[in-house]
């Protein structure tokens, strides 16, 4: 059987942007960028499905800021209409090395990952396939990881030509989830915005060092980089968790007309991280 895993390292910067700017600075990025191939005009959808443990370990990773940390999630790109067992999606579990972010990911059919991910059953698969595997197995019955959160976006993705080409730059609107209803397919299912939806997260990905016209557009559209997190969101929206430092709110940001409310969750001055009986 051939190999479907596919593994990666590089740095990424972070910007809370508005949709509108959003735009003028993706027409900008396209002098010197291309458009990804797999992103058409307007964008593709990204779902996520995140699990984690029962006390939210992966999550507090995050918020304490832990050099080396590790997530683990389907993903499905694509809309979410017309999903079915054989639909293509990865299984991923992307992990930080001090500031360096690594994702591996192998794409199988959608059955045949809830079997690995939700069933804790050994898939068929190839040799080189066989430590992400049995690692994946691992954390799901070593942690008792089980289905968190979903996330869900629109991406728009540039990538870099000539001597950039290990340069890429995503934006992302309209990011919602839900704390329920895992299942990619379920029909009708009520996703919430966990981002104010007039702002994007762009993403400037690199392999080495960020080229100098990237910060230099940075600087002078005066944007500031920023520790958000998608799943961060989603759990602290929903109210699984109380609110930290690093969630994005309302009240830090400029208004804009029509803005849809967040989900209301509980407030808390002070965040600390639940007590969990195996943390090895």
Known sequence: MASRLHAFNRYELKYLVPVEQAAQIRDE?????????????????????????????????????????????????????????????????????????????????????RRLCDERETIEHSAKENAFVDEVLELVVRLNLQPTAITGYQREALVGRDQDTGLRVTFDRRIRG??????FGTPNAENRFTVPPHLSVMEVKVNERTPYWITDLA??????????????????????APRSVFHVREEDLPQAPALVPLVPTPASPTTRRPTEASHS
């Open 178 to 183: 839900r704390d329920r209803d895992f299942h």
């Open 219 to 240: 600087a002078r559209r005066n944007l500031s980089l920023v520790r958000v997190s998608k799943y961060v969101q989603s759990i602290e929206a929903f109210g699984l």
């Open 29 to 113: 990025l396209g002098e010197r960028m291309d458009r990804d191939l797999h992103s058409p005009v307007g964008g593709y959808g990204v779902w996520s499905l995140y699990y984690d443990t029962p006390q939210l370990r992966f999550y507090w990773e995050k918020i304490e800021g832990l050099k080396f940390r590790r997530k683990l999630r389907i993903r499905h790109y694509g809309d979410l209409d017309g999903v079915t067992d054989d639909s293509p999606v990865c299984v991923e579990i992307k992990q930080r090395v001090n500031r360096v972010t690594q994702k591996r990911r192998i794409t199988l059919p959608y059955a045949t990952a």
